[in-house]
């Protein structure tokens, strides 16, 4: 590829990306999807990555682009490889939000993604010296071609102020005003002709803002702290399973519920009778137009804030517009740590949103009287059920807010669901078993099948033809082609040649030599206690004692990665980074130990990162403690790209068993009642230190300064908190996990073997599809038809 300079680069990137904008200007949804009802995702997080591979796949424009790009001398992978990751989420939520964009729209649903247009996204993580530093994401630094600003529909954000209860009504008044601009990102279809929008809102501060606090000596001033406003959407708060009670953070909530609901009101009013001049005054057909849905507590506020509209502003009795709220929401559940769950301060939302704090007091008053109804003479109900908690200052359950106001609630797996109805939130479920649902997550298989693996997707449609790409369930038909040998090794040479070309990658930027021979065990995630990285780490450090102590046995060779962000704040999450990359280095750098085991922490791990090493890992580690993971996603992408899962029966890891059998996974550990049963006689980390001498051995190195040897006690504080703090349990799960574990060894001497459970994981994958998801999303919550026919190319703009 001819030379480029990085700016020159980012510009060759945003004249190929506004060449296919401008097909979709030429090419919008057609205007049949104008009057059916209307699906709005709201999300704060949408961790999309990039953009161009993805929208060629699904124009079906890729193989054109490639020859284009050849004919003028360029390659289009290289060209993709400048593209910026738009990362705008964390992790497993983010991402899914942003599988379930491509699904809608390649399922022809009439859908709007709506979230915050961050400045700067999850932070780039840079590794000095084994330790984790954040630098910004300034992802649009060189602009972003995929983006259109909407000024025309900017709209009015209000903050503080204070209530008035005068005779035409309540009133929020003396407001402090910031203005949200739209930024659209077309979400095309997999080969349908349909095109939904992704609207994400910017703060900007209105012209006066300030200025008139201030005399003509501070203007200066007055401008500058324009910022004040505008940091709202300045940056992504980087906490993933944490919640963190900051009053920017709840800014940021409102600030994208009330522009979005804004939206939403503003369309459905437009929208009568397809036509513009018509405005709709009532809200009676409100649900039927209208299906929101919360993905996770993070958008509750949207709840008081239309009861605001509609009460407030639309003068609707209270009980009319509960009615219509209720049947317009729906709230997932991603977590039931407790430490996740927002439970924002009375006193912070009384300075910040009195109208709103108002609104839910009313809510929690009639909510606690439908529960004595019910409960009669169950004060200890009333207090567990209570939108507001007392306990250690008043504080509004959130999760709860969006239960109560919500006519479907559901989790994310199977399991998880079920968790969520007999533990955190029984009170809610007795009281209404039949909001209650299940929704298994799915990814979508244009980009974790037919854009990161081609070579796999090219051998599946060799069999069972192209099909399985809109409806992964076809997958099943490969169990025909289990013991055909020529199937086998194709699967197998496929592997392969992933393998090189990700251990070319590693070589390139970690300059280690990398065995192709080895398992690739991988586990890339989110670095947090109870996904158990510290597991992992123990049956490398395990392994590496092993190799040592008998240098001249066989040992399957193995190229152990661990990847994945700590979020800035949270101290053990950093010190486990620490751990691996310190073991790392001293495996590495053994003579004895050679090629037969590396240890490799793959820097700033993101959406394309995981494109490049989901399709090259032979081992999949999904190793939570029994019900502490809700789903989980990458496991799903694993599945589905040909590695085995070692795992503990939790999240959507027990129906991966199921769809692929038991007998293909490496199942080990607790199930969700042996953690229940431990947690009622107490956890007796010891007991299993004292017990198993290889798993002493791996903590006395810890500790005593083996893998830290310029300062011995750096991991003291580690290992005190596996021997008498450990919430997770790690070494109740070792041993099973050790032999789990000698069983992938085992296996892998037996290419064919190997291979054959490789594609019953394959073929069992079909159920993981987000398709299917968001079918059941359609038909179980918003009662929308999702359709797989292509549109007829339209004759007019969209309206």
Known sequence: MRALGRFDANSLVNFYCGKLIQW??????????????????????????????NTMVNLGLQNACDEAMYQIGLDIEELEEMEEDAGLGNGGLGRLAACFLDSMASLGLAAYGYGMRYEFGIFNQKIHDGWQMEEADDWLRYGNPWEKARPEYMLPVHFYGHVEHTDEGTKWV?????????????????????????????????????????????????????????????????????????????KQEYFVVAATLQDIVR????????????????????????????????????????????????????????????????????????????????DLLSTLLPRHLEIIYEINRRHLDNVSRKFPGDLDRLRRMSLIEEEGGKRVNMAHLCIVGSHAV?????????????????????????????????????????????????????????????????????????????????????????????????????????????????????IHEYKRQLLNCLHVI???????????????????????????????????????????????????IGDRLKFIFLENYRVSLAEKVVPAADLSEQISTAGTEASGTGNMKFMLNGALTIGTMDGANVEMAEEAGEENLFIFGMRVEDVDEMDKKGYNAQEYYDRIPELKQAIDQLSSGYFSPRDPNLFKDVVNMLMHHDRFKVFADYEDYMHAQDKVNQLYKNSKEWTKKVIMNIAGSGKFSSDRTIAEYAKDIWGVHPSLAKLAAPNEPRT
Request: charged content about 25%.
């Open 410 to 526: 559901n989790g994310v797996a199977r399991i998880h669901s079920d968790i969520i109805k007999t533990t955190c939130f029984r009170d809610f479920w007795e009281l209404e078993p039949s909001k209650f649902q299940n929704k298994t997550n799915g990814i979508t298989p244009r980009r974790w099948l037919v854009l990161c693996n081609p070579g796999l997707a090219d051998i599946i449609a060799e069999r069972i033809g192209e099909d399985f790409i809109r409806d992964l369930s076809q997958l099943r038909k490969l169990e025909k082609s289990l013991n055909d040998d020529s199937f086998i090794r194709d699967v197998a040479k496929v592997k392969q040649e992933n393998k090189q070309k990700f251990a070319a990658y590693l070589e390139k930027e970690y300059k280690v030599k990398i065995n192709l021979a080895s398992i690739f065990d991988v586990q890339v995630k989110r």
């Open 542 to 592: 395990t392994y590496y004692n092993r190799i040592r102590k008998e240098p001249q046995k066989h040992f399957v060779p193995r190229t152990v990665m661990i990847g994945g962000k700590a979020a800035p704040g949270y101290h053990m999450a950093k010190m486990i980074i620490k751990i691996i990359t310190a073991v790392g280095d001293v495996i590495n750098n053994d003579p004895v």
């Open 267 to 346: 369309r459905y009013k437009a929208s009568k009778f397809g036509s513009r001049e018509a405005v709709r005054t009532s809200f009676d057909s409100f649900p039927d137009k209208v299906a929101i849905q919360l993905n996770d507590t993070h958008p509750s506020l949207a709840i008081p804030e239309l009861m605001r509209i509609m009460v407030d502003e639309e003068k609707m009795p209270w009980e009319k517009a509960w009615d219509v709220l209720v049947k317009t929401c729906a709230y997932t559940n991603h977590t039931v740590l407790p430490e996740a769950l927002e439970r924002w301060p009375v």
């Open 174 to 250: 003396n407001t402090q005003l910031v203005f949200a601009l739209p930024y659209d990102t077309p979400v095309p279809g997999y080969g349908n002709n349909a095109v939904n929008t992704m609207r994400l809102w910017s703060a900007k501060a209105p012209n006066d803002f300030n200025l008139q606090e201030f005399n003509v000596g501070d203007y200066i001033q007055a401008v500058l702290d324009r910022n004040l406003a505008e940091n709202i959407s300045r940056v992504l708060y980087p906490n993933d399973n944490f919640f963190e009670g900051k009053e920017l953070r709840l």
């Open 24 to 53: 979709f200007h030429c090419n919008p949804t057609p205007p049949t999807f104008l009057f059916s009802q209307r699906v709005y995702y709201i999300s704060l997080e949408f961790y999309m990555g990039r953009t161009l591979q």
